[in-house]
C-alpha cells in the first residue's frame, strides 16, 4: 500500500526524503516520487519501479530545498508509470500532493473539475486534490485572503478544508504549496498517518520506521484531522475545525528491531524472532502462575464481566489475522466451551450480520489499519457489540477505536507475508481463552496453571524448532519446482494448513490451496499427480490414523508427501518426507507447526529467485477494498 512522508527542517529534504521511502518499501510499492519546494517553487521527481529507479533520475540533478513530500505508490487508479506516480500538482504547478487511499468520487470531481477547463495529467483520482485545492486556494486569493501567517486561518488551510470535504473515501495526505515555504500540511482520513517530532525539524509518515532515523517521539493523528507542520511546531486541528492539543508518545522500540539484523530478509528474521516474540507476548500477562490482562482493568468493560456473561465469541479480521481466528474458534470451543463464530471481515461487513446482545467481537489485525476489518469492527459497534482488538500497533485505527486492546508485542513486521504477528496473534488468543475457560469454570484452577506453564515453554521449543531450519531448506530445494502444493490437517491442523497454503502462493507464487483432510475423496483428490506435493499438517494425536489412511491414498496416485508432526509419531513408514516439531499438547500446536510452513514458503520463494519481503502485487497494509 502507498508510503507517504513529508520533512521540513534545516536539513536537505531530498535524502531525508528518500531514506524515510525506504523504510516505507515493505509496504509494497511500484513507482515512487518527490516534491521539494525551493525559493518558491517546486520540483518535482518520480519514476515507475523501485526506489533505485528514482535515485538514478535524482542523481543527474542538484535538487535542494528543505521542505518535501515523497511517496511510494501502489497502483489503484491508472497502471504504474512515471506520470501516475505521485506527487501529483495542481495546473499552476505551485501546489504538490501526496496521498495514501482511495478518493471513491473522483470521477465526478473530475467531470466537474473539467468544465472549469483543468486539464488532467494523469489517470490517479489522486490528481483531482491538488486540482480542487488549487480551485479553492485561487478563490480565496481572489477574494482578497492573501497569507498572512499568524492572523487567523490562512486561505491555504481553508482551501485545504473545503477541498477535503469534497472528498469521499479514504486518505492521508501530505500537501505542500510554493506560497508557504514554511508548512506542510497532513491531513488524514481512514489511512494511517504519524508525525515525527525532531530537534528543528518536523516529519510526517504512513509508519514509524521512517521516522525513526530523526526521532522517537511521535503523534499519532486522528480520524479527521489536519495537521500544520513548521519547522518548529506542530498545529493539530480536528475535523470540527478546533485546534488540538495532544502530548506526543515515546517509541519504545529500536530502530534495528525494524532492520534486517544480519539475516537475507526481513521475512527470515521475523520467522527468527518468533521465539522471543512469543516470550514477549506471553510474559507481561503472567502475574503469579494466572493471566491477568493489565490493559483490561477498565471502568466500563471488564473482560471477566464480558467473558462471563458472553454466549458466543465473533471474530473477524483478513487473510493471515483470519486463519489466526481459525485457530481461535478451535482454542475457545476446546477450552472454554464457548460457541464462536468466525469470518472474514469483507465478508461480515457486507452480510448483514445478526448481532447477539452478549456477543463478545474479536477483532485481529496486524496492522490495525486494514479497511476491510475497519469496517467490520465499526459495523459490530454500530449493533451495539464490545470490541476487543487484537492487534501490533500501538496508534493504530484499530486500538484507538476498540473498546480494548490487547497489543501482541510482536515488534515491527516489514516482510509483507506476516509470520510474528500470526504467531503472537495465537499467544493472545490461547491467552484470552483459558483465561474464559477459568472465569466461566470450565478448567480446574489445577489445569489452568498447568496450561500455563505449557504456554511458557513454547518460546523455548520455537527455539529448538527454529535451529533445524536447513532441514526444511533443503526439502524445498529439492521441492519447490511442484506446481501445485497442497496442505490438509484435521481441527487446529485445518486452520495452519490454510495459513501455510497462504504463506506458499503469497511469496512462492506456488499453486498452493489448503483443506480440511476429511475433504480429500470429496474433491481435492481428483488433483492429485506426480506434480503434486501434498503437506499434511499432523498434530492431533487421536486423529493420526486417519492422515495415515489420507497419504495413502495421495501416495498411491504418485503424489509426494511431507508431514509435519510430533517427535513421536508413525508416519515414517508412509510419508515420503517427516518432519518433526518438538512436543507441547496437542491444541497448543499451532504455535509451533506453522514454523516449518513459514520456513518451507521462504526457501521455495528463494528458490525460484523471488523477493520473500515483496511479493508481487501485495502491499504489507490492505487500507483500502
Ligand atoms: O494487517 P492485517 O493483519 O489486518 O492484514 C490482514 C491481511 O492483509 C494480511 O494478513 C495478509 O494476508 C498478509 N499478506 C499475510 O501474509
Same mark, same amino acid.
Given at each position: 500500500?502507498?508510503?507517504i512522508?513529508g520533512?521540513i527542517?534545516?536539513?536537505?529534504?531530498?535524502?531525508?526524503?528518500?531514506?524515510?521511502?525506504?523504510?516505507?518499501?515493505? +509496504?509494497?510499492?511500484?513507482?515512487?516520487?518527490?516534491?521539494?519546494?525551493?525559493?518558491?517553487?517546486?520540483?518535482?521527481?518520480?519514476?515507475?519501479?523501485?526506489?533505485? $529507479?528514482?535515485?538514478?533520475?535524482?542523481?543527474? =540533478?542538484?535538487?535542494?530545498?528543505?521542505?518535501?513530500?515523497?511517496?511510494?505508490?501502489?497502483?489503484?487508479?491508472?497502471?504504474?508509470?512515471?506520470?501516475?506516480?505521485?506527487?501529483?500538482?495542481?495546473?499552476?504547478? &505551485?501546489?504538490? !500532493?501526496?496521498?495514501?487511499g482511495?478518493?471513491?468520487?473522483?470521477?465526478?470531481?473530475?467531470?466537474?473539475?473539467?468544465? +472549469?477547463?483543468? !486539464?488532467?495529467?494523469? /489517470?490517479?483520482?489522486?490528481?483531482?486534490?491538488?486540482?480542487?485545492?488549487?480551485?479553492?486556494?485561487?478563490?480565496?486569493?481572489?477574494?482578497?485572503?492573501? @497569507?498572512?501567517p499568524g492572523f487567523g486561518e490562512p486561505?491555504l488551510l481553508r482551501a485545504v478544508q473545503n477541498a477535503l470535504e469534497?472528498l /469521499?473515501?479514504s486518505y492521508a495526505l501530505a500537501i =505542500?504549496?510554493?506560497?508557504y515555504?514554511d508548512r506542510i500540511i497532513a491531513a488524514r482520513k481512514d489511512s494511517p498517518l504519524v508525525i515525527g517530532l525532531g530537534?528543528?525539524e518536523n516529519l510526517i509518515a504512513s509508519d514509524i520506521?521512517?521516522l525513526? @532515523?530523526?526521532t522517537r517521539d511521535v503523534i499519532y493523528m486522528e480520524e479527521g484531522e489536519l495537521a500544520v507542520l513548521y519547522r518548529d511546531h506542530v498545529e493539530l486541528i480536528n475535523a470540527q475545525g478546533g485546534r488540538v492539543i495532544r502530548a506526543p508518545s515515546r517509541v519504545?522500540?529500536?530502530?534495528?528491531?525494524?532492520?534486517?539484523?544480519?539475516?537475507?530478509?526481513?521475512?527470515?528474521?521475523?520467522?527468527?524472532?518468533?521465539?522471543?516474540?512469543?516470550?514477549?507476548?506471553?510474559?507481561?500477562?503472567?502475574?503469579?502462575?494466572?493471566?491477568?490482562?493489565?490493559?483490561?482493568?477498565?471502568?466500563?468493560?471488564?473482560?471477566?464481566?464480558?467473558?462471563? /456473561?458472553?454466549?458466543?465469541?465473533?471474530?473477524? $479480521?483478513?487473510?493471515?489475522?483470519?486463519?489466526?481466528?481459525?485457530?481461535?474458534?478451535?482454542?475457545?470451543?476446546?477450552? =472454554?466451551?464457548?460457541?464462536?463464530?468466525?469470518?472474514?471481515?469483507?465478508?461480515?461487513?457486507?452480510?448483514? @450480520?445478526?448481532?447477539? /446482545?452478549?456477543?463478545?467481537?474479536?477483532?485481529?489485525?496486524?496492522?490495525g489499519e486494514? $479497511?476491510?476489518?475497519?469496517?467490520?469492527?465499526?459495523?459490530?459497534?454500530?449493533?451495539?457489540?464490545?470490541?476487543?482488538?487484537?492487534?501490533?500497533v500501538v496508534g493504530s485505527t484499530l486500538a484507538r477505536e476498540a473498546?480494548?486492546?490487547?497489543?501482541?508485542?510482536?515488534?515491527?513486521?516489514?516482510?509483507?507475508?506476516?509470520?510474528?504477528?500470526? *504467531?503472537?496473534?495465537?499467544?493472545?488468543?490461547?491467552?484470552? $481463552?483459558?483465561?474464559?475457560?477459568?472465569?466461566?469454570?470450565?478448567?480446574?484452577?489445577?489445569?489452568?496453571?498447568?496450561?500455563?506453564?505449557?504456554?511458557?515453554?513454547?518460546?523455548?521449543?520455537?527455539?529448538?524448532?527454529?535451529?533445524?531450519?536447513?532441514?526444511? &531448506?533443503?526439502?524445498?530445494?529439492?521441492?519447490?519446482?511442484? *506446481?501445485?502444493?497442497?496442505?490438509?490437517? +484435521? &481441527?487446529?491442523?485445518?486452520?495452519?494448513?490454510?495459513?501455510?497454503?497462504?504463506?506458499?502462493?503469497?511469496?512462492?507464487?506456488?499453486?498452493?490451496?489448503?483443506?480440511?483432510?476429511?475433504?480429500?475423496?470429496?474433491?481435492?483428490?481428483?488433483?492429485?499427480?506426480?506434480?503434486?506435493?501434498?503437506?499434511?499438517? =499432523?498434530?492431533? *494425536?487421536?486423529?493420526?490414523?486417519?492422515?495415515?489412511?489420507?497419504?495413502?491414498?495421495?501416495?498411491?496416485?504418485?503424489?509426494?508427501?511431507?508431514?509435519?508432526?510430533?517427535?513421536?509419531?508413525?508416519?515414517?513408514?508412509?510419508?515420503?518426507?517427516?518432519?518433526?516439531?518438538?512436543?507441547?499438547?496437542? @491444541?497448543?500446536?499451532?504455535?509451533?507447526?506453522?514454523?516449518?510452513? &513459514?520456513?518451507?514458503?521462504?526457501?521455495?520463494?528463494?528458490?525460484?529467485?523471488?523477493?520473500?519481503?515483496?511479493?508481487?502485487?501485495?502491499?504489507?497494509?490492505?487500507?483500502?477494498?
Open positions: 500500500m502507498c508510503g512522508t520533512y527542517g534545516d536539513s536537505q529534504a531530498a535524502p531525508v526524503l528518500l531514506g524515510a521511502l525506504k523504510k516505507l518499501e515493505y +509496504r509494497g510499492y511500484d513507482s515512487a516520487g518527490i516534491a521539494v519546494l525551493d525559493e518558491g517553487t517546486i520540483t518535482v521527481r518520480k519514476a515507475k519501479g523501485p526506489l533505485s $529507479a528514482l535515485e538514478e533520475k535524482l542523481a543527474d =540533478a542538484v535538487i535542494t530545498g528543505s521542505l518535501g513530500i515523497g511517496h511510494t505508490r501502489w497502483a489503484t487508479h491508472g497502471e504504474p508509470s512515471d506520470i501516475n506516480s505521485h506527487p501529483h500538482t495542481d495546473v499552476s504547478g &505551485q501546489i504538490a !500532493v501526496v496521498h495514501n482511495i478518493i471513491e468520487n473522483y470521477l465526478s470531481l473530475k467531470e466537474w473539475l473539467q468544465t +472549469r477547463e483543468v !486539464v488532467f495529467r494523469s /489517470e490517479t483520482d489522486t490528481e483531482v486534490i491538488a486540482h480542487l485545492i488549487n480551485f479553492y486556494y485561487t478563490g480565496e486569493k481572489a477574494s482578497g485572503g492573501m @497569507p498572512k486561505p469534497r /469521499e473515501g =505542500a504549496v510554493a506560497d515555504p530537534q528543528g520506521p521512517a525513526l @532515523p530523526h519504545e522500540w529500536d530502530a534495528e528491531a525494524a532492520e534486517k539484523g544480519g539475516f537475507a530478509h526481513f521475512m527470515l528474521k521475523e520467522i527468527h524472532d518468533q521465539a522471543k516474540a512469543l516470550s514477549d507476548t506471553l510474559r507481561p500477562r503472567i502475574k503469579n502462575g494466572g493471566i491477568v490482562f493489565e490493559e483490561f482493568d477498565f471502568e466500563n468493560f471488564s473482560f471477566e464481566a464480558c467473558a462471563g /456473561e458472553a454466549k458466543r465469541i465473533v471474530i473477524t $479480521a483478513c487473510g493471515t489475522a483470519w486463519h489466526a481466528a481459525m485457530v481461535a474458534k478451535y482454542a475457545f470451543e476446546h477450552f =472454554a466451551r464457548i460457541p464462536v463464530e468466525v469470518d472474514i471481515a469483507s465478508e461480515y461487513r457486507y452480510r448483514n @450480520p445478526v448481532p447477539g /446482545e452478549k456477543d463478545l467481537v474479536i477483532i485481529i489485525s496486524q496492522s486494514t $479497511a476491510d476489518t475497519l469496517a467490520a469492527m465499526r459495523l459490530a459497534k454500530k449493533g451495539g457489540n464490545r470490541i476487543l482488538a487484537i492487534t501490533n473498546d480494548l486492546t490487547l497489543f501482541t508485542w510482536a515488534g515491527p513486521e516489514i516482510a509483507v507475508a506476516s509470520t510474528k504477528a500470526f *504467531t503472537t496473534q495465537l499467544m493472545c488468543l490461547y491467552l484470552l $481463552a483459558l483465561k474464559l475457560a477459568r472465569v466461566r469454570s470450565r478448567v480446574t484452577e489445577g489445569a489452568y496453571r498447568n496450561y500455563i506453564d505449557e504456554l511458557a515453554r513454547l518460546p523455548l521449543l520455537a527455539e529448538e524448532l527454529l535451529s533445524k531450519q536447513k532441514l526444511i &531448506q533443503r526439502f524445498a530445494s529439492r521441492q519447490f519446482n511442484k *506446481t501445485k502444493v497442497f496442505f490438509m490437517g +484435521r &481441527q487446529f491442523d485445518y486452520a495452519i494448513s490454510l495459513e501455510s497454503a497462504l504463506k506458499l502462493k503469497e511469496i512462492s507464487y506456488t499453486h498452493s490451496e489448503a483443506f480440511a483432510a476429511g475433504e480429500l475423496k470429496h474433491g481435492p483428490i481428483a488433483l492429485v499427480d506426480k506434480n503434486t506435493l501434498v503437506v499434511a499438517i =499432523a498434530t492431533q *494425536t487421536a486423529l493420526f490414523d486417519k492422515i495415515i489412511s489420507n497419504i495413502k491414498e495421495i501416495s498411491a496416485r504418485g503424489g509426494a508427501s511431507l508431514v509435519i508432526t510430533w517427535e513421536d509419531n508413525p508416519f515414517g513408514p508412509v510419508a515420503d518426507e517427516v518432519f518433526t516439531i518438538p512436543k507441547t499438547l496437542d @491444541p497448543f500446536s499451532p504455535m509451533l507447526a506453522i514454523i516449518p510452513a &513459514q520456513l518451507f514458503a521462504y526457501y521455495c520463494s528463494i528458490q525460484r529467485g523471488n523477493n520473500p519481503d515483496k511479493p508481487r502485487n501485495l502491499a504489507k497494509s490492505v487500507t483500502v477494498e
